[in-house]
């Protein structure tokens, strides 16, 4: 979608439907939105979604997700041309799709306790046979060296794969301690899957922490060690860890989702064991 790139490399402002003009349209894309009232009312919900991040965020994570937003263009023009096959109704349907889906993404720019945070997104285009792949992954917008090393973390470890989308979301827990959530689905194969696995990052320690940092009672480490092996049990060997379950010490990091109320293990095979805390 040339018309629309070169738009949103001029100005930052009236992005998509409102910044371009339709009888000037020549990509099949850039018809299709001016041919669709709802494609065309999702554009200009984008083009608000995004113009407000600019508010939000400082200079440098601004020129981030306005670069994120032009690798999106590309895979979306790029996804929904090739998918469709050159007929129109598949070709708006999958409009829709992923312009609610980054429409969304834009709109998680927000202050969550004392971060401000915004997301990026890396993309798989797929081909007629495979869906797309995404990974949605949470950044926050701080100068600090603490801060930068967690996002290098949370943009590391995330390929985006075809008939796979990934989402990793941040809950703040104290000034120095996040609930990073990992929500993964595969669309792929003959069994469609999905699995959220957490973790507690420290900005002190710079790492996710262990069970035995989390609890500083003896009794809830006692708890959450037999909870653990109880799920890890459910597990074929395969999808175990490799932790030695007849003397787990709590010492080592596992996946285990905290909230203010409660803890729960992993439930990535669907069995997640879950405690209420006193």
């Known amino acids: 979608?040339?018309?629309?790139?070169?738009?949103?490399?001029?100005?930052?402002?009236?992005?998509?439907?409102?910044?371009?003009?339709?009888?000037?349209?020549?990509s099949q894309v850039e018809k299709a939105i001016c041919a669709d009232p709802a494609l065309s009312k999702l554009d200009e919900e984008m083009a608000a979604a995004f113009q407000a991040t600019k508010g939000k965020l400082?200079?440098?994570?601004?020129?981030?997700?306005?670069?994120?937003?032009?690798?999106?263009?590309?895979?979306?023009?790029?996804?929904?041309?090739?998918?469709?096959?050159?007929?129109?109704?598949?070709l708006t349907q999958c409009l829709v799709d992923v312009y609610q889906s980054r429409r969304d993404a834009l709109r998680e720019?927000?202050?969550?306790?004392?971060?401000?945070?915004?997301?990026?997104?890396?993309?798989?285009?797929?081909?007629?046979?495979?869906?797309?792949?995404?990974?949605?992954?949470?950044?926050i917008d701080d100068p600090g060296a603490a801060v930068e090393q967690f996002n290098r973390q949370m943009r590391a470890d995330l390929d985006a794969q075809e008939n796979v989308s990934v989402s990793r979301t941040l809950k703040p827990l104290t000034?120095?301690?996040?609930?990073?959530?990992t929500f993964e689905?595969?669309?792929?194969?003959?069994?469609?899957?999905?699995?959220?696995?957490?973790?507690?990052?420290?900005?002190?320690?710079?790492?996710y922490l262990t069970l035995s940092e989390v609890f500083a009672s003896?009794?809830?480490?006692?708890?959450?060690?037999?909870?653990?092996k109880k799920h890890f049990a459910t597990m074929t060997a395969e999808e175990r860890p490799e932790?030695?379950?007849?003397?787990?010490?709590?010492?080592?990091?596992?996946?285990?989702?905290?909230?203010s109320g409660h803890f729960s293990m992993d439930r990535q095979v669907g069995v997640g064991a879950h405690q209420r805390c006193a």
């Open 185 to 207: 689905e595969s669309s792929g194969g003959a069994h469609p899957d999905s699995g959220t696995t957490c973790g507690l990052y420290s900005f002190e320690a710079h790492r």
């Open 243 to 259: 932790v030695d379950l007849t003397s787990y010490s709590g010492d080592k990091p596992f996946s285990f989702c905290v909230d």
């Open 109 to 139: 720019t927000k202050n969550i306790g004392r971060f401000v945070t915004y997301v990026l997104a890396k993309y798989a285009a797929g081909d007629l046979q495979g869906s797309a792949g995404s990974v949605d992954y949470v950044q």
């Open 58 to 90: 400082s200079a440098t994570a601004f020129a981030e997700v306005r670069g994120n937003q032009l690798e999106w263009l590309r895979f979306a023009s790029a996804y929904c041309s090739k998918t469709s096959n050159g007929v129109p109704k598949e």
């Open 1 to 26: 979608s040339v018309l629309i790139l070169c738009m949103l490399l001029v100005s930052t402002s009236g992005l998509w439907a409102a910044s371009f003009d339709c009888a000037k349209a020549r």
């Open 218 to 228: 003896s009794r809830w480490q006692s708890i959450a060690s037999v909870l653990i």
């Open 175 to 181: 000034d120095q301690v996040v609930s990073v959530v």
